[in-house]
């Protein structure tokens, strides 16, 4: 068995106030990062947070200066902002930053003070929020470095932002027929349903990658180029691929662990993967070689999926939720990977109320 890559150095994540209150700094899900800037976010807002890099002695340290993005204020979401997104995958590319919700449903949780009715009522009871049904695009305007509204494009063009769900056009909806995933958006998240986790964008195309379903232990990547509504700028809509379709369905055989998140290097994809279910288990990195070029649905065997490096777990905490390459070399001449962690451990917290982050080396 593998040992856990080894931890180049930590580097610390600084949140504001309002949102260690909101425990956004320990349910991180997302990260991705944009030159000086990471762009983070937590399952449980409607927000996505931009931190700028902190450097010293040539090395940046950590990760600070707050700025929060309500997603309500860029865009239509369906039901009102105080309820989540479940923001779980971050991607950028060229001018914008695109953000994806878990298209899940949610299983009431048991508390410790429930009865045993009390227990079976709420694990019986699921929640459909709709807010977790969106795709949503956003133009970075390069003036602030800050997602706007509308920003004007360098050819004069206007850039809006815009979302593809609330009009019976999420993601869920385009897949209601698709005979490996319609049956499993009936399904809570952790019950093996469908849940999004990662998000890759790499040039037009975006690549969704699914923690559940797990299908006799293939996990799902979904590919979709989105495109502005003719007849609404604010809104987004699915264009066909050549070989026709509005989306791609690839499988993936990673050992029977669902997607946590999905990462661009070059013309290949990084795939976190972990436990598809509400449990510890494996982390594992994996590398698609071509995946951002393929022109065509894959099957991709375990061969086809090397496992560039596995990451350690804790029990019932620690998750690694979200990876980004950085513009950093490191041993051996390969690039460096950043990893955030849902759950942390009480060694992640400092003093400051900062949260720590793992950088390691990415194997070529």
């Known amino acids: 068995m593998r040992e ?41 807002t409607a927000t996505v947070e931009r931190l700028s890099a902190e450097v010293r002695d040539g090395v940046v340290s950590g990760y600070g200066d707050q700025r929060t993005v309500h997603l309500a204020e860029l865009v239509e979401l369906p039901s009102p902002e105080d309820e989540e997104v479940d923001v779980e995958g971050l991607a950028r590319s060229g001018p914008w930053l695109w953000a994806v919700g878990s298209h899940s449903l949610k299983r009431k949780k048991i508390r410790p003070e ?5 227990a079976r009522k709420r694990l019986g009871k699921l929640v459909r929020e709709e807010n977790r ?4 695009r956003l133009p970075v305007d390069p003036a602030t470095g800050l997602p706007a509204r509308e920003v004007q494009g360098p050819d004069g063009e206007v850039l809006t932002s815009a979302v593809l769900g609330g009009h019976g056009d999420s993601l869920a909806e385009v897949l209601a027929d698709d005979k490996l995933l319609a049956p499993f958006f009936a399904i809570p998240s952790k019950d093996n349903g469908v849940d999004v ?30 495109e502005t509504h003719p007849k609404h700028a604010h809104r ?20 029977g662990l669902g997607i946590r998140d999905l990462c661009p290097d070059g013309d290949d994809l990084l795939v976190l993967a972990g436990p598809s279910m509400s449990l510890s288990g494996p982390v ?9 070029a393929n022109d065509a649905p894959a ?24 990876i980004a390459v950085l513009d950093e070399t490191g041993e051996g001449g390969g690039r460096r990977m950043l990893v955030v962690h849902d759950s942390p451990a009480a060694c992640r917290h400092t003093g400051s109320g900062a949260i720590l982050a793992d950088v390691v080396d990415l194997p070529g």
């Open 236 to 255: 987004l809509e699915l264009r066909e691929f050549p070989e026709g379709g509005t989306y791609r369905l690839h499988l993936l055989d990673l050992g």
């Open 133 to 136: 049904y969106v795709l949503v």
């Open 284 to 292: 594992r990195v994996h590398r698609w070689v071509g995946g951002c």
């Open 4 to 44: 856990p890559a080894p931890v180049v150095r930590q580097v610390e994540l600084h949140f504001h106030q309002e949102s260690r209150e909101g425990a956004t700094h320990t349910n991180l899900s997302a990260v991705r990062e944009d030159g000086e800037h990471l762009w983070l976010a937590g399952d449980e």
């Open 114 to 118: 429930d009865s045993d009715e009390k």
């Open 299 to 322: 099957v991709l065997r375990a061969e086809d999926l090397p496992v560039a490096l596995v990451l350690a777990h804790g029990e019932g905490e620690d998750h690694a939720e979200g």
């Open 197 to 226: 986790e990662g998000l890759a964008a790499h040039g037009e195309r975006l690549y969704v990658g699914f923690r559940g379903p797990v299908l006799r232990g293939w996990a799902v990547v979904v590919e979709v180029l989105p």
